[in-house]
T-cell receptor, first 118, second 113 residues
Framework: DAEITQSPRHKITETGRQVTLACHQT?????MFWYRQDLGHGLRLIHY???????NKGEVSDGYSVSRSNTEDLPLTLESAASSQTSVYFC?????????????????FGQGTRLTVV | QKEVEQDPGPLSVPEGAIVSLNCTYS??????FMWYRQYSRKGPELLMY????GNKEDGRFTAQVDKSSKYISLFIRDSQPSDSATYLC?????????????FGQGTILTVHP
């Protein structure tokens, strides 16, 4: 079965360190997204990609970067971790609008990465 | 002001009750409207989606979209303890914004046996 996996599931890091969260999908989706989820804010978009070599900033992109070198992976890097980046991070993928199975841009989510910056 | 507003609750109801969840939005470019369900410590999963205005029914769940009022709703009939979860509304536009979802804050629902 196709799936989307995130690693690690939990991470504790120190302020100022660079951190990379991995996201791998086997849906063969063109679209991939990174969200963070915080109490009272729901899911907020960090970065997204509509295909290989394409990356775009979302609503809360400061301090984060992504790169898309293949269809399957969209790693999220925190350049210099800050306590304000303590959160649960979700990666998601979806088919493009031209896809018959798109269902309005249905996003398939990973299980999340719980990141604590101390 | 957030583009999508959702009452975070929490909402607590007895088993068998009818539940109404709502979101309002400000971006008239939104065309696709969805409800996701998220169980504790899991990723969200799509529950319902609707294109443009109208109603859609799937078992005990009904989604309504009123674009003229910029208001969407999810109704759950005969609620069950297994419906206890966080419900998130989400929306996106078409074209270059297709699939780029904007979420509400989520409503925490608890259904008591």
């Amino acid at each position: 079965d196709a799936e989307i996996t995130q690693s690690p599931r939990h991470k504790i890091t120190e302020t100022g360190r660079q951190v990379t969260l991995a996201c791998h999908q086997t849906w063969n989706h063109n679209n991939m997204f990174w969200y963070r989820q915080d109490l009272g804010h729901g899911l907020r978009l960090i970065h997204y990609s509509y295909g290989v070599q394409d990356t775009n900033k979302g609503e809360v992109s400061d301090g984060y970067s992504v790169s898309r070198s293949n269809t399957e992976d969209l790693p999220l890097t925190l350049e210099s971790a800050a306590s304000s980046q303590t959160s649960v991070y979700f990666c998601a993928s979806s088919a493009g609008q031209a896809s018959m199975s798109s269902r309005g841009g249905e996003a398939f989510f990973g299980q999340g990465t719980r990141l604590t910056v101390v | 002001q957030k583009e999508v507003e959702q009452d975070p609750g929490p909402l607590s109801v007895p088993e068998g009750a009818i539940v109404s969840l709502n979101c309002t939005y400000s971006n008239s470019a939104f065309q696709y409207f969805m409800w996701y369900r998220q169980y504790s410590r899991k990723g969200p999963e799509l529950l319902m989606y609707t294109y443009s205005s109208g109603n859609k029914e799937d078992g005990r769940f009904t989604a309504q979209v009123d674009k003229s009022s910029k208001y969407i709703s999810l109704f759950i009939r005969d609620s069950q303890p297994s419906d206890s979860a966080t419900y998130l509304c989400a929306m996106s536009g078409g074209g270059t914004s297709y699939g780029k979802l904007t979420f509400g804050q989520g409503t925490i629902l608890t259904v008591h046996p």
